[in-house]
């Protein structure tokens, strides 16, 4: 090869925000590390790449490709086929590039970006936007085969134990990822199948990313070192979170806010320190009319001050509440609530709000982004999964981090308006051992990234991938 190959990276996330916005975090901090990185993006995300474009004009370029229509639009599996067509494409550009990539760092959604670069003759390296413990979870379920794994029990609660990862975890069958669940024996599952053998290609990449923490998941990260997966990079895993924006582009992060920043800022400031509740279910989160019902009576009922961000109308989303029973909050809601509560309906800038001095609750999906911000920003989590990880998180919180709060769960476990009411008020009792917790975890994830086990696992990173880029120029 010749020198033309030097630190130049090509970032390939998952097109969906929640997966997007890390890779883009990623890219900044590698960016101001010296690198050259392209992103490859589809243009329903393009907008989300404009504060790096702008930022860095001379070393942060796009790739801007447009994979054909999936066959069913809900269907993960039907979205990466579509994006495996993508491959010619990325090789033409690629070949006819005067400095190719070195690698590719790519969601581990994309396990066949693995044979993809071995043709090209470079690494690849998998991305997790999810945590330690929730990829644990992942890489144990679907190493297992269908001998060994997957069944149909008759009772949709029946455990599901993970003896290989450490405390031996459980989860209920109903919690399991739907496409694992749609496995029967002796019937042939092409979408199992494809996503099962993608899913195995990110045990035989040169590395891992993670976004997430030693102090938070210091056991997992540790499991994700050592555990036998008969992968070729033994060790080669590098915890480099929390990623976040910078302060410039926290607000606009992921998108324009529904209601105007310095509306929501001003109604903050008239709060007291650690007495609002935020509530929000990510971008993709479809809440059914039960759950709109109980979440609405209890914000009201409890007396606590609260931000309620709500979906837009319209658009899909990613849980299993039929479109027929998505809801949204009765019109004089706001009225009822005037003064006390705060809708914000669409958009709404989570890492600013969340960092504000009033705010101290965050009552949210367990989405791993809105987990981050949330144990960054230093506030008790009020947990109500609704899917995939999200359960995995949870557990987290709650039960190995403390500084969690179960409320709910998907549409199986909603609880009574008055059981709600009184968890939101605990939420903000500045007496409750879950605020002292997270305290301590702020200060954790800030330490990190600031000198910590983060920013060390992020030095020897680029270290290695500068070996890469110095040992093709000399080869």
Known sequence: MSSRYTTHLLLYPFPAAGHVIPMLDFARILLLRG?????????????????????????????????????????????????????????????????????????????????????????????????????????????????????????????????????????????????????????????????????????????????????????????????????????????????????????GRGGASSLP??????????????????????????????????????????????????????????????DEDVSELPEDYEERVAGRGLVIRGWAPQVPILNHRAVGAFLSHCGWNSVLEGLSAGVVMLTWSMGTDQFSNAELLVEQVGVGIRVGESTRNIPEVDELATRLTQAVDPTRKERKRAAQVRTEALAAVKGGSSEEDLDDLVAQLSQLGESCVDS
């Open 35 to 251: 690198f050259t990185v392209t992103l490859l993006v589809t243009p329903p995300n393009f907008s989300l790449l404009h504060p790096l474009l702008s930022l860095f004009p001379s070393s942060f370029h796009s790739l801007l490709l447009h994979p054909p229509p999936p066959h069913q639009q809900l269907r993960l599996t039907s979205k990466l086929i579509a994006l495996r067509e993508l491959d010619p494409h990325i090789r033409d550009w690629f070949r006819s590039h005067p400095s190719p990539p070195l690698a590719i760092i790519s969601d581990f959604f994309l396990g066949w970006t693995q044979p993809l670069a071995l043709s090209l003759g470079i690494k690849r390296l998998a991305f997790s936007p999810s945590g330690a413990f929730a990829l644990s979870v992942a890489n144990s379920l679907w190493r297992r085969t269908p001998d060994s794994g997957p069944s149909v029990p008759g009772d949709d609660r029946t455990p599901v134990n993970f003896h290989d990862l450490p405390g031996s975890p459980v989860s209920e069958w109903w919690q399991l990822p739907l496409l694992y669940r749609d496995y029967r024996p002796g019937e042939r599952n092409h979408d199992w199948d494809f996503f099962r053998a993608s899913w195995l290609q990110n045990f035989a990449s040169w590395g891992t990313v993670v976004n997430t923490f030693d102090h938070l998941e210091s056991k997992h990260i540790h499991h994700l070192k050592t555990a036998d997966y008969g992968q070729g990079h033994p060790g080669r895993v590098w915890a480099v979170g929390p990623l976040l924006p910078d302060d410039s582009q926290a607000p």
């Open 261 to 322: 920043s310095v509306e929501i800022t001003r109604w903050l400031d008239q709060k007291a320190d650690h007495s609002v509740v935020f509530v929000c279910f990510g971008s993709r989160s479809a809440l059914s009319k039960k759950q709109v019902q109980v979440l609405g009576d209890a914000l009201d009922r409890s007396g606590v001050c609260f931000i309620f961000a709500v979906r837009a109308p319209g658009g899909g989303h990613s849980n299993s509440v039929a």
